[in-house]
């Protein structure tokens, strides 16, 4: 059977486009090109249908750049995204509209993701109407089950995104992803603006979701506890590459990659003894121009020769566990 | 010993000829000098309001109405701007969330650094250059006197957020209140600007007041911790007394709702419900709605009373804790 979706050999490269003067410098070499960020380089993945597939990685790692090439609302510079095997540009127009419909994305920020002028009842129902998955004589209904099923009262359907709280907010654009019946979801930082309280609720809520309507996640943050709780799988992610995957309790029992520790390592605990914190040195480099080799190397306390010339591939050192560093050879 | 900062009964409100709205009230801290606090609590449950409170920074129309900030047993609220003036960034430092939003962007740091220095010392321009430049050094800024020369925006955020903590300790204050400022940071710097603030902690005998939403940062930095919720300090006492045993039912719902408290891939437990905004406060206990343990009790507010070495306002306490 093929996965639920592949990735294979993404790069995606973000540049200023020149105008026709710049061009022309460039040409005749008295400017140098625009630089090129390498947002993804080389990334592949496979998720399986009902998994849930936790991305880490700190700011400029390329998770968010990952889940919209996902998403279709990036297109990747190269490789490709295969949905059940195949690409969408394989597929007839009709087909393609119907597997992208099929992965929605929850964003970071509710209130900036919701139209402010715009009723729950229209943001909710939009979609669904315009894609026939419901009549306009039946749509009232339709928004009612969706926000039911999100933990909203359906008799809100009439306010508007304001008169909300941030975590009801959040059920909204869950409520919206849903109203399309996806059965796959990109949460991109869905609870991290969330207070620990409310976190719960919709981490609760992605979870009973996805029992009940057999849901494959992929799932994008920077709290490491969040991914732990909710993963079956972790990608760890640095500028741009993945260094490190396993299955969630591998992965926290077993890290292989320097940096993988390190994030392990400090991550904050409700441990109450008191503890020194100690830092992995040094910045997180920009992605305009990442170090050579190994991206990791100048903050790698292991860091040998060869990590500043080779780029070490992402290669298999355990069961289902992956690992992209030279220290394994 | 006379303790640092002794705050009793502190009250903020909104001042409008409607009536008032309260923001904060019956706030009472301690802090000895060299000691660390956490102040955790929700949004909008005045843990910044109560930082600024102290610092005199409160704006109209929100006003501090009651209560006595003691600083070295002088009250802050009985002195003249001018007179706090002097205090505020000298003796009582403050870092916050947003480093670009502290720092000034068209000025370049030593700029602003030597500013700080002159507005409460006459000392001449290289001495206040050279403590800039240590300042710099001892938050682990590399090259210093290259960096003074630096405009914010050639910083990335952790450095200038290590920035904004070398303004905070130029006068060496002897207390900092510190208003969420790993919160915008990634996971491993965020590791790095606590390790210089806790190391500048025991050095140098700073207190230090650490205001977040997030429990497990100031598990392992602060010594004592204050829950707020709604305004109010719901518990308050030794970190480790309170992390293992919480005995308010919030701070019992917090510590639970953590996923690391829970089994990996199950329903976390949750806290019903949402906080209450300031204009639409429930009556009585401010939690009685999201608690399950709430009678007709709680109807009437309870007070803030010491039980088992901790302060605690709740009638109906958790007697097993949460982690067992």
């Known amino acids: 059977m093929n996965d639920r979706l592949e990735i294979r050999n993404v790069s995606k490269r973000f540049t200023r486009k020149s105008g026709i003067v710049e061009r022309g410098a460039e040409y005749i070499g008295l400017k140098a090109p625009n630089p090129v960020v390498r947002a993804l380089d080389d990334v592949s993945l496979t998720v399986a249908q009902g998994e849930v597939v936790g991305i880490v990685g700190e700011s400029g790692c390329g998770k968010s750049t990952l889940g919209r090439v996902v998403a279709g609302l990036l297109k990747a510079s190269e490789g490709a995204v295969l949905f059940r095997g195949k690409r969408l540009e394989d597929m007839s127009a009709r087909d393609a509209e119907a597997a992208r419909l099929q992965v929605q994305m929850i964003f970071q920020d509710p209130s900036s993701s919701l139209n402010p002028r715009q009723r729950v009842h229209e943001i909710i129902g939009a979609a669904p109407l315009h894609h026939g998955l419901t009549t306009a004589r039946e749509l009232d209904d339709y928004v009612s089950r969706q926000m039911e099923r999100s933990g909203l009262d359906p008799s809100m359907a009439r306010r508007f995104p304001h008169q909300f709280s941030g975590g009801q907010r959040q059920r909204i654009g869950i409520a919206r992803a849903l109203a399309v019946q996806p059965d796959m979801l990109i949460c991109d930082e869905s609870v991290a603006a969330l207070d620990v309280s409310i976190q719960a609720q919709i981490l609760n809520l992605f979870l009973d979701l996805r029992e009940q309507l057999d849901l494959t996640y992929i799932f994008i943050s920077h709290d490491l506890s969040v991914v732990e709780h909710i993963s079956d799988r972790v990608v760890v992610m640095y500028l741009g590459r993945v260094v490190e995957e396993a299955p969630v309790a591998e992965l926290f029992s077993h890290p292989n990659h320097p940096y993988t520790r390190a994030l392990l390592l400090e991550r904050p605990s409700l441990d109450p003894v008191q503890r020194s914190f100690s830092a992995i040195e040094g910045e997180i480099p920009s992605p305009l121009s990442p170090p050579s080799g190994c991206h990791f190397h100048p903050r790698c306390p292991l860091a040998m020769e060869r990590c500043r010339v080779e780029r070490p591939e992402l290669r298999s050192v355990g069961t289902r566990h992956k690992s992209a560093c030279h220290l394994n050879d | ?324």
């Open chain 2, 1 to 324: 010993m006379t303790a640092l900062l002794e705050i009793k009964g502190l009250k903020t409100e909104v001042v409008s000829a409607d009536g008032n709205v309260t923001l904060i009230a019956d706030i009472n801290l301690n802090l000895a000098a060299g000691e660390v606090m956490g102040l955790v609590g929700e949004s909008g449950s005045g843990k910044s309001i109560t930082g600024l409170s102290i610092m005199g920074l409160v704006d109209k129309p929100a006003q501090v109405t009651g209560g006595q900030i003691l600083f070295k047993g002088q009250d802050l609220r009985k002195l003249s701007e001018r007179e706090i003036r002097s205090i505020r960034g000298n003796r009582i430092a403050m870092i916050f969330q947003d480093p670009m939003s502290t720092l000034n962007p068209v000025l370049r740091i030593d700029t602003q650094m030597m500013e700080v220095v002159h507005a409460h010392e006459a000392i001449s321009k290289q001495a206040a250059w050279e403590r800039a430049r240590d300042a710099l050094g001892m938050v682990g800024i590399p090259s210093p006197e290259e960096r003074l020369r630096a405009y914010p925006h050639q910083f990335s955020g952790g450095m200038r957020q290590r920035v904004a903590i070398a303004i905070a300790l130029l006068m060496s204050p002897e207390l900092i209140i510190a208003d969420e400022p790993t919160t915008a940071l990634d996971v491993t710097i965020q590791a790095q600007i606590l390790s210089i603030v806790q190391k500048l902690a025991r050095d140098r005998g700073t207190a230090l007041i650490w205001i977040t939403h997030d429990l497990s940062v100031v598990a392992g930095l602060a010594e004592k911790l204050s829950v707020m919720y709604a305004g109010r300090i719901a518990e308050q006492g030794l970190t480790a007394d309170l992390l293992r045993r919480p005995m308010h039912p919030y701070t019992n719902g917090l510590i639970a709702s953590l996923p690391a408290h829970n089994k990996r891939g199950s329903r976390l437990k949750q806290i019903s419900g949402t906080t209450p905004s300031v204009a639409n406060m429930p009556r009585g206990c401010a939690f009685h709605p999201r608690c399950a343990s709430a009678t007709q009790l709680c109807l009437s507010p309870p007070p803030l009373e010491p039980v088992e070495g901790r302060l605690l306002r709740c009638f109906h306490p958790v007697t097993e804790g949460a982690l067992s």
